[in-house]
């Protein structure tokens, strides 16, 4: 499905991997080969915005030959690219992060002339490296960007529409994704991907919450099953609209009668009057609002017209005392009836104001028709007078929740549950054994929260930890680098050598002083460590000591490999050696150059390399780098590339905020990264007028 309409040559097909599949081999640099719209189209659709893909490819490279498998770019963005470099022998990995260009590097030989099946495995921040089936890097890297648009370019074999290879004779690729690795695709498919593990540990710690919701529930639920199967089944009464519990008494004073509730049956009795007892000038009379007669003086005073009757000082005679008691009663009746003709019976009426005196545990309730005197809750009236009441012993009449291991404590209205020696509180109603948390005797973690049940315990990691529990471990969002240990949330603890908030940075011992190498060698910086390194004219004895004492000097006059000609002698110095001149015409101090005779004080070019002076003195050849003058317009700036300010020869560094100039070295994911420039007559064959360069 290639598009050949603007690649009429350098692109041939020919037979692939597999029988009746078919390849394309490339081998120039004049072509432009990119995949058609509607395959275009299908391709950015299946990568844009994944943040799980697999990339798979068969592959044939010739050796010492580099070029780009497959890319996907966006102007000069590059957000997929597969590319394998024979001349490093690695296979590099190009995405972008946060707007930032990223870069992998994998030391692998794939240009080897031989047919390799590749696969390239991203889930989330989890990288998969498949040669052959097998399994050859796994890494975590930074999330990729894969927010594609319609802009974006498929291209096979190539990076753009000016850079087809680089270096490339022959390179066969196979873009057909397929399932040639039977047990690899199974493995992909079958095993959970990191975006999945990771989905399954937050649906396991939300399980785990909700079994310890649960939990609690049932504990409640265990609890309060145990207290109803000890109550017993209360019958209740109901009258005039108020329901009691059985053996609760009350008073209806209305019908001066004492109730109470006897097994669901109401039982009321009329309230019991002993006899008045009264006196001889006093006669007992019912008063408003009793149910008993009260004794009551005999004295009445009748008006000369007879038109009025009320208490005086004057008195009637005992013939007429019955006619004058049967008229005040029928008075007593008239206005009783008034009385109540009259009285408010609108609801919201306040009879409570009208000043009814209840006892202190008793309280004024408010009636269709009147107030009246009920007990307070934890209270019961004396003898059915709510007038006056009494505390109920919860503990006593078995009325209580006091769970198992407490003791029921009465109170003043109510009452509490206290634990009994060696036992400690849950709840209010409840106590267990032993505080497992207190003591210390639990199963939880360190890094998690330990909650006392009734029977056991329960464990929950706390904020940043992650685990069941009874296994808890610090969880840092961005992760540890460069074999960092996270410790507590977000805290990473480095390995010696490297520091920075996530392990990123490593510690240059030879700038910041912290090593000191032999007077023989020199200290070279390594990712997380370092090397003394034995300096020109000394070699390691074998022994290897690492602050460099092992070099040893390189006698060039024994070893012959000194310069000196014609009479002059060798002389062996520390790092080096001398030619001195013995007296006669034949020590001419000449020097002996690639088979040829170089004068004493003649200066050359280096022949290998331009940018190198070399001169013949005493004998002794020397060859050293040309001096460098940046104000110079006249420099060479190959052979002076710190000269170089043009934009174009720097390097951008993989995090993107530093800039490099040409040949400038750093290290960046324990690899030896250098930026180089390539010359003019060298950029038809550069995948970028700069390009980074990163070996292990």
Known sequence: ELDFANAIYGITQVAGLHNNSKAFLFRDVGRAVHAPAHITEKVVELFRSK??????ASIQQKTSTSGVIFSIHESEHSYFELESSGLREEIRYHYRYKGKPRSESFPYRLADGQWHKISLSISATHLLLHVDCNRIYERVIDPPQMDLTLGSGVWLGQHSHKHGLFKVKQTYFHHYIHDHCNHLTSTMHGCPTCSDFLSLVQGIMDLQELLAKMTLKLNYAESRLTQLESCRCERTC??????????????????????GCMNGVVECRRIFCPPANCSEDSLSVHVEGTCCKKCRREYYNVLEDGTHMGLGPGCVSSENRDSVLLLLLYISILYYCILLSLSPSLP??????????????????NRNTRAECECKSGFASIHGDSTYCEDIDECVTQMHYCQ???ACVNLLGSHRCDCLPGFIRVDDYSCTEHDECASGQSSCDDNAICTNTIRGHLCSCKPGYVGNGSICTAFCEEGCRSGGTCVSPNTCVCPSGFTGLHCETDIDECAEVLIQCHIHSRCVNLPGWYHCECRNGFHDNGSYLIDGSSCIDIDECATQTHTCWNDSVCVNLPGGFDCMCTSGPACSGDCLYEEGLKHNGQKWNHSLDHCSLCSCKDGRTFCMRRECHCADPETDLFCCPECDSRKSSQCLHQSGHILYRSRDSWIYSCQQCRCLVCTHTRARVCMHIDMLECTY
């Open 51 to 56: 943040s799980e893909f697999t990339f798979l």
């Open 348 to 365: 919201g009426y306040d009879f409570c104001a009208e000043g009814l005196i209840c006892g202190e545990n008793s309280e004024c309730k």
């Open 404 to 406: 198992a291991n407490t």
């Open 238 to 259: 109901s009258a005039n609209g108020v329901v009691y519990r059985d053996k609760e008494l009350w008073v209806e004073p209305e019908n001066c009668r004492n109730c």
